[in-house]
Structure formats: C-alpha cells, structure tokens
C-alpha cells in the first residue's frame, strides 16, 4: 500500500509498506480521507516524531478486514475514529501522570491514516450515520475537542465571547458558542480568508490584530471585557491578549497548542483575577455529542475544507499550511 512516511523534519516521503496485519480485535479500514491536524503539522515542523512514523488521526474509511473477535461491524461499514466505550463516571482521559503533549508522537501507536490502509481497535471506530457525509465526519475529532473545551469552560447564556484564531477548532468554537446561547461571539484572525469563514459560521464580528488593538475593540464593545476567551491560535501573543480581554473574574480557555515561547505579562490582568484552565483532547463522551451535532446539522464542518489533495501531493500540502497568510482553513487528504 502507498502511506506518507515521516522522514525527518519537515518531510514526508510517500512510499510502499505492507498492509497492515490484524490483531484479533482490530479491524482494517481502507481510508478515504484523512484531514491534516495542527498537531501533526507541528510534529511535522518541529521533528516530535520518529522517523518512519505514518502520522494521520482525523479519517474516514470503509471496513475491509476483521479480526475473529471484532463484533458490531460489517464489511464494506463507513467507519471514523471514536474515543472509545463511554463507561459513565469513569470517562477519564487516558494519559500518565506527567504527560507532555508536545512528546506525544514518541508514544508507541499503530501506523496512522495517511495512508490506503490502516488497522485499528474496533473500540476506537463508529459506523457513520447515514446523515453524515464522508467530508463533514473527517473533522468530528477536532469538533469532540471543542465540545470538550465548551463543556469544561462554565460558558453560560448571554456571555461575550471571544475566539482568538479561526482554524478549524476556532471555527467549532464560534458555531458551538453560539449554540449556547452566547450573547456574541467575536474573532481574532490575521488570514482574511479565515476571518470570513468565521462572519459566515456565526462571527458577529472579526477582527484583524495585526491592524487593530484587539483588547481596546473588545472592550469598547462589551463596556467591562469578555466573559470568556478561547485561545485557539497558539501564536507568540494570543495568550496574553486573551489574558487582558476578559473581564474581571472573566474566564480563559487555553485550547491551542503553542509550541514556541508565548508572551506572558501578568501585572496587565492579575489585578482582574481571571481565571485560566487548560484543555487537551477530549472524553469518549464527547465524540458522541460531537457526532450528534453533526448529524441533526447543528454544527457545519464541510465549508471549512479549503483544499483536497491526494497522496502524493502531502508534502505541498503539509508546506503550504506552514505559510502565514495562505488563505486554507483544512486541508484534507484522499488517501484512496
């Protein structure tokens, strides 16, 4: 089969490798589409993988081989990735005690989804309800981790809210803000391209930080500052503009990853005692919320897909995301 190798930072080789041999829960999934993550696009950058690796987690597929213990599937099923079973009250992320997000793609992992074939534990896959197409379920992973940001956040009705980047997971913020009952939802984003995806996803307003003073047109809007800000940019100020724009006792949500230093002055807020937490991944429970929302078409997925290219075009496509100002929101991938 062809699949995307990692070779050494900042390239992916796409060459031959076996078919991938099942274990006897696992079922083979001929990919159809995998969408390019922002977290491989920096193990990509930054070299936070090992060489031979095939990354790819966002995918859709169809069941072509099961193993003898695999129960609840059919061949020829469309198939995504799921979080796993939901065990109420136990719905705890599975990570170490001192997990470093940025050392994940050194944890051992089956071989991913850039590629035409890949096995996966039958627990980790969901049969694709028939409302839902192949393009719009590719991106139901990062929709399960806003669910899972918004869920945590104590985001309440008639709050102001602020996303600051408009990639894909900003972009879910805003429709799912909006969803519960957000009194605004305003946006900070460089790429012209991205900030009118997000007026069309339900944006009341987006702001350009490069041209404007993000925190000063907040707050000329909201009198006192945000309720809540979801950090989604990862870039070198977000933080800190997130940080400054809430109000006091308001509330900010950290959902990006920023693999470089980030700008960090606390006497502009601390005097505000705003509250900060973190968020990473999301629970089994999660995806099921996610997939719902895709199905009864309360979330759009699909608008955001700029670009389709196929296998042998993943290099270009993984350097062109790297460009600041590119105009693409998701890239997704057709693996066969």
């Known amino acids: 089969m062809k699949a995307a190798v990692f070779q050494k930072e900042n390239l992916l080789e796409v060459g031959e490798m076996p078919i991938p041999s099942l274990g006897k829960d696992e079922v083979l999934i001929q990919v159809r589409y995998c969408a390019i993550c922002g977290s491989d696009l920096h193990r990509y950058a930054f070299g936070m993988v090992k060489p031979g690796t095939v990354m790819g987690h966002e995918y859709v597929g169809r069941v072509v081989e099961m193993g003898p213990e695999v129960k609840g599937f059919s061949m020829g099923d469309r198939v995504t990735r799921w979080g796993g079973r939901i065990i109420p009250g136990r719905d705890l992320p599975k990570f170490p005690p001192r997990f470093s997000a940025k050392e994940r ?6 071989s991913g989804a850039y590629a035409e074939y890949m096995a996966v534990k039958s627990e980790n896959l969901y ?47 805003v429709q799912c803000a909006g969803l519960t009952g957000a009194l605004g939802v305003y946006v900070s984003e460089m790429d012209p391209a991205r900030r009118n995806m997000a007026l069309r996803l339900g944006a009341q307003e987006a702001f350009d930080p490069s041209i404007v003073d993000l925190v000063k047109e907040i707050v000329k809007r909201t009198e006192i500052g945000a309720d809540i800000a979801f950090e989604c940019a990862g870039a070198r100020s977000t933080l800190q503009q997130a940080l400054e724009l809430v109000r006091m006792g308001g ?37 099921a919320i996610a997939l719902s929302l895709l199905q009864e078409k309360k979330v759009q997925s699909a608008p955001m897909i700029s670009t389709i290219v196929g296998l042998k075009e993943i290099q270009g496509a993984f350097q062109a995301l790297l460009q600041p100002g590119s105009g693409i929101v998701q890239t997704v991938v057709q693996c066969s």
């Open 105 to 110: 793609g050194f944890l051992e992992e089956r």
């Open 127 to 173: 049969q694709v309800p028939e409302e839902v197409a192949d393009l719009e379920v590719v991106l139901l992973e990062p929709l399960a981790v806003v669910v899972h940001a918004m869920r945590i956040s104590k985001i309440r009705l008639g709050d102001q809210v602020v996303v600051l980047g408009a990639g894909p997971i900003g972009l879910f913020a």
């Open 251 to 287: 509330r900010v949500m950290v959902v990006s990853l920023a693999w470089e230093q980030a700008d960090c002055l606390p006497v502009e807020w601390v005097g505000r005692e705003v509250e900060m937490k973190t968020c990473y991944g999301h629970l089994n429970s999660d995806w």
